[in-house]
């Protein structure tokens, strides 16, 4: 069983920032990828970044230049730094990891709240 959880969630003002962390534990045998996906009142979930198990990023159009996702140096770990926030960027932000056997697990996601 794989577990993943997220922190580093909070409110902050526009044009702050912050860093959101996810940690996956549990039988791990090759993760494919990791992301970072939010969902706002009454919108579907949406991708925000992701990365590739070869380095590779994928970033919505909406948080290029703002938002930076990485892994840590355990591999099982990744982050995603958010600055220059907006009120829209408002949502539960969670964390995905596809691996293989496992397939898909998701976190229980982390309330982001940026105010005007």
């Known amino acids: 069983q794989v577990q993943l959880v997220e922190s580093g969630g909070g409110l902050v003002q526009a044009g702050g920032s912050l860093r959101l962390s996810c940690a996956a534990s549990?039988?791990?045998?090759?993760?494919?990828?990791m992301g970072w996906y939010r969902q706002a009142p009454g919108k579907q979930r949406e991708l925000v970044a992701e990365?590739?198990?070869?380095?590779?990023?994928n970033y919505a159009d909406s948080v290029k230049g703002r938002f930076t996702i990485s892994r840590g140096n355990a591999k099982n770990t990744v982050y995603l730094q958010m600055n220059s926030l907006k009120p829209e960027d408002t949502a539960i932000y969670y964390c995905?990891?596809?691996?293989?056997?496992?397939?898909?697990?998701w976190g229980q996601g982390t309330q982001v709240t940026v105010s005007s």
């Open positions: 990365i590739i198990s070869g380095g590779s990023t």
């Open positions: 549990g039988t791990i045998f090759r993760i494919n990828d």
């Open positions: 995905r990891m596809r691996s293989v056997f496992v397939g898909e697990s």
